[in-house]
């Protein structure tokens, strides 16, 4: 028995047996998901690059689905369900708002770079319906994907796409594979009790951040478009009864990958072996083309990646002084890139125990404890990985593991040590454990003190070393000021000016490579406070503005200045508390 939806067979045992799908010029057929979507008629686009970008949604079409191959869930009845066996994705369409959707802000570097479109395209009403969920392109599956999850530490069982859309795949014209995803689309068979939607101030952030974090050079799912709606979305902001309606919001978020580490335990604990190897088979070639070997070897090649490349993502959070505030496993990406806005922070007065989520009471995933949760979390995906590899092997996994904090390790003290506009030259131990002494010795200067992690780096960055060498330091580096309180920074100071005339850097190429590494402007939480309660007011030009300061949050910025975005936060900033409730 099997269903027919267009040109697709869609086998009752969940499995997509063949896909017909054509994006020739010639010859385009589409799989007709749901009957009710309304759809959008597109246009045929093959992968070239002698394509002009799309001015025009019916000039853009998504490349051929592959998603859809993996094991989908027969019910195509869009309702909520606790347990949906032996399946990666279920079909689903987004749910339309009753109310006109509005394009608010856009990323010119992903539609142009990475979507082959033209800024342009915003213009066409189509586009801001499709990337709203009213309507679906021709040739998209939309499809949720089930995934579980370890949450605070225990296992949460089956969580999924709650809220968000997988609308398709696109290889652009550079030969790049991105997965293109609603969020706040509307409600899926993972909703639980959730409804399915994303309101405005949630979607500023992860908009906004998502972006800025690009330019941090911080490997992140990009976000192309904000939309907004007047459909009124109630939330409870801080769980005290206190229920109030907000606006509803879609972000069209892009990853190379949406699978997490929740994505093979859903499967593993619910011992669904056959669809763990086909799922586990999909990401390796798709994700990780360039390794070779396949079974056992490939996933064990895998795990090594996806543990060695987390270990540096999150040592470049600690960078920045960024926390994400829920590094549960379902938020964990497989693609080792930053996942899944929620409330997140960046850290002001500097605390290694600093907590952006105000839920997070044990301080479970606080800036200090990234680096050992990435690594419990690495954990839990070789358990997740264990039964595709003989128990003879197991031991090899164990050995990946054993890897990770030295990945971690390293990396931390190069991206310290670019910060502080150290030789990038090749260390002997004696400099290791000399350059780390100093790391240490400014953050605990910064941690008595209280002072400001993103501008003392500002600060080391544009003084001169003989005024650092001095300690002559001028109010307006209002970071370095802060922390003379302490000895230990005065110690900092010799040490750090020893160091760089032992590794005899020239003073001015040590400022301007500073300059270029340490932040002057970040999403501090009140910055984005500010445009938030904007934006609520229908103004989205502080959200526009602060997309394009943080486009280059190095180069001094007159307006930025101006707002006081690289002063001290003011004193309200101290009492914001992020709600989970988004
Ligand atoms: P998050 O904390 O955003 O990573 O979400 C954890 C889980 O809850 C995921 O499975 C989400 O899809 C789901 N979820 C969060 N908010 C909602 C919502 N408003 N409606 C439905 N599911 C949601
Ligand atoms: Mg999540």
């Keep these: ?54 001015k025009k949604l019916e000039e853009w079409s998504f490349s051929e689905p592959k998603l859809p191959s993996l094991p989908l869930d027969p019910e195509s009845e869009n309702f909520v369900r606790r347990n949906v066996p032996k399946s990666v994705f279920s079909l689903a369409a987004p749910t339309p708002f009753k109310t006109k959707p509005q394009l608010v802000a856009f990323s010119e570097d992903v539609l142009r770079n990475i979507l082959d479109m033209d800024p342009e395209i915003t213009k ?13 392109l021709e040739g998209s599956v939309p499809l949720a994907h089930r995934y579980g999850g370890f949450q605070f530490g225990y296992w949460a069982e089956q969580l999924g796409d709650g ?52 330019y941090l050079g911080v490997p992140t799912s990009r976000a192309a478009t904000l939309t907004v709606t007047d459909d009124p979305i109630p939330r409870d902001l801080f769980y005290n009864g206190n ?38 088979d999909f990401i390796l070639t798709n994700n990780f083309p ?84 990435g690594l419990w979390n690495m954990q839990k995906l070789g358990n997740a990985l264990a039964p595709l590899i003989n128990n003879s092997k197991h031991n090899q996994l164990v050995d990946v593991l054993k890897g990770y904090s030295e990945h971690y390790q390293d990396k931390y003290l190069e991206l310290f040590r670019n910060k502080l506009g150290l030789d990038p030259k090749a260390l002997n131990e004696d400099e290791i454990s000399k350059d780390e002494e100093l790391i240490v010795l400014l953050l605990q200067a910064m941690e008595v003190t209280k002072a400001d992690f993103t501008q003392i780096f500002r600060d080391l960055s544009e003084l001169g070393i003989d005024d650092l060498e001095g300690n002559k330091i001028p109010e307006s580096a209002w970071g370095l000021t802060t922390c003379l309180k302490s000895t230990k920074i005065k110690d900092f ?33 009140w910055i984005a406070q500010e445009a938030i309660q904007r934006a609520e007011e229908n103004d989205f030009t502080e959200v526009q503005f602060l997309l394009e300061l943080l486009k280059n949050p190095y180069k001094v910025n007159k307006d930025a200045e101006a707002k006081g975005y690289a002063s001290p936060p003011p004193n309200w900033a101290n009492k914001l508390v992020l709600s989970c409730s988004s």
């Design 124 to 136: 066409d009403e189509k586009f801001v319906d499709w990337v709203t969920g009213n309507k679906v």
């Design 1 to 54: 028995m099997y269903k027919r939806f267009g040109s697709v067979l869609l086998l009752t045992n969940g499995i997509l047996s063949r896909i017909t799908v054509k994006h020739t010029c010639q010859q385009f057929t589409y799989l007709q998901v749901l009957q009710n979507c309304s759809k959008i008629q597109v246009g045929c686009r093959g992968f070239t690059s002698m394509m002009a970008p799309a």
């Design 493 to 525: 100071l010799k040490s750090y000016t020893e160091r760089i005339k032992e590794l005899k850097v020239e003073d001015d190429k040590r400022m301007e490579n500073m300059q270029a590494t340490n932040p002057r402007y970040i999403l501090r939480n």
């Design 163 to 214: 809220r968000a859309h997988l609308l398709g795949e696109y290889i652009n014209s550079r030969g790049e594979r991105w997965e293109l995803q609603l969020k706040g689309s509307g409600r899926t068979p993972y909703s639980r009790f959730g409804d399915g939607r994303a309101v405005l101030r949630s979607s500023v952030r992860e908009f906004l951040c998502s972006e800025a974090m690009h």
């Design 243 to 280: 229920v109030k309606n907000e606006r509803g919001a879609v972000v069209l978020r892009i990853s190379p990958s949406w699978f997490r580490i929740g994505s093979f335990e859903i499967l593993t604990k619910s011992r669904e072996f056959e669809e763990l190897k086909i799922l586990a």
């Design 290 to 373: 360039h390794i070779q070997e396949k079974g056992e070897e490939g996933y064990l090649a895998m795990f090594a990646e996806v543990c060695e490349h987390t270990a540096h993502l999150i040592a470049k959070w600690q960078s920045i002084g960024w926390a994400h505030g829920v590094l549960n496993t379902d938020n964990m990406s497989l693609a080792s890139v930053t996942i899944d806005y929620g409330p997140f922070g960046f850290v002001d007065a500097y605390d290694p125990n600093f907590t952006p989520n105000h839920s997070d009471d044990m301080g479970r995933y606080d800036l200090e404890n990234q680096g050992n949760i």
